[in-house]
């Protein structure tokens, strides 16, 4: 077995060409496999970038590698990441894990059944700038907090059908939630009003009785400011300065995914805590 861990990667989508290949591909912790989408040219192209074959089926991207991550879409990951983990494969899976609620349960349950290590592409919580603002989080004695996120799919490869279809919720929710999860205490109810296409505005309650604010749109126009996460306590504030580039987060997630994979020991942003952050999404999808 190599030092590196040998990862398969399905999707050769734009994101997959941004951030997954070119992550996977440098290392040291991590070797690119392969590449396998539906449309070979695509995955021949983006295999070809990093030096990484193409497979014209799935099953032999497995044959060629430990552990398989995903860049498609919610409701083909639901599909085609239960085949990797039957498979006995370790997945580092995309937010949300599904386009919807019982998919990501079908998952979740799959990968725990299987025994397998899981992570999630939470882009934000690789950042030693995030790390640090946890840690303040906790120590100025968090009464309450907020987060804003704007986003744009006026146009744009992000502008995919799943998004348009669903909006903000689903696609920036994942990431307003969980930072505000990590940072004020587990939450355990939440409230929403707004409009998927347009405005969305959670209240949520966490279990060490902070409150905190979320307000997020895929449809905003202009020049958007970067995303913010604030955290008020007794003992002062801690605002998160969120990452404008790819490379720390993504060198940080696919060393730790090796690492999760080479001990057994897993990771705390495994499956099950994504399907926890969707059903929180879901109620508040259902309330709006």
């Known amino acids: 077995m190599s030092d590196r861990l040998t990862v398969g990667l399905v999707g050769a989508g734009p994101w997959a060409g941004m951030a997954h290949a070119p992550a996977l591909a440098a290392g040291p912790a991590t070797e690119l496999a392969g590449v396998w989408a539906r449309r070979t040219e695509a995955a021949a192209e983006l295999g070809g970038r990093f030096g990484a074959p193409a497979f014209a089926r799935l099953e032999e991207l ?135 296409l347009g405005w969305v505005a959670l209240t949520l309650e966490h279990e060490s009785g902070a409150l905190s604010q979320a307000g997020m749109t895929a449809f905003a126009g202009g020049s958007l400011p970067a995303p913010r996460v604030e955290v008020f306590g007794a003992d002062g504030h801690a605002r998160l300065a969120w990452p404008e580039a790819l490379e720390e987060p993504f060198t940080r997630m696919v060393a730790e995914f090796a690492q999760a994979v080479r001990t057994g020991a897993g990771h705390p942003l495994d499956a099950r805590h994504g399907l926890r952050l969707q059903e929180l999404l879901a109620q508040a999808e259902a309330q709006l």
Do not use: I, N
Not at 108 to 135: C, I, K, N, P, W
Not at 144 to 149: A, S, T
Not at 152 to 158: E, K, Y
Not at 162 to 178: C, I, K, N, Y
């Open 62 to 196: 497995f044959d060629a590698c430990e552990a398989v991550a995903f860049c498609v879409p919610p409701d083909v990951q639901a599909e085609l990441a239960l085949r990797a983990v039957r498979a006995g494969k370790a997945v580092l899976l995309e937010k949300p894990l599904a386009m919807e609620l019982e998919g990501a349960r079908r998952l979740a349950d799959a990968v725990a059944e299987a025994g397998v290590v899981s992570q999630m592409v939470l882009t934000a919580r690789y950042t030693a700038a995030t790390r640090e603002f946890l840690t303040r989080a906790q120590a100025v004695r968090p009464l309450g907090g907020v987060g804003v996120f704007t986003g744009s799919l006026q146009d744009g490869p992000f502008a995919t059908p799943w998004r348009l279809e669903r909006g903000a919720l689903l696609d920036l929710g994942p990431h307003l939630v969980d930072l505000l999860d990590a940072a004020l205490g587990r939450v355990v109810a939440v409230r929403a009003q707004g409009d998927p």
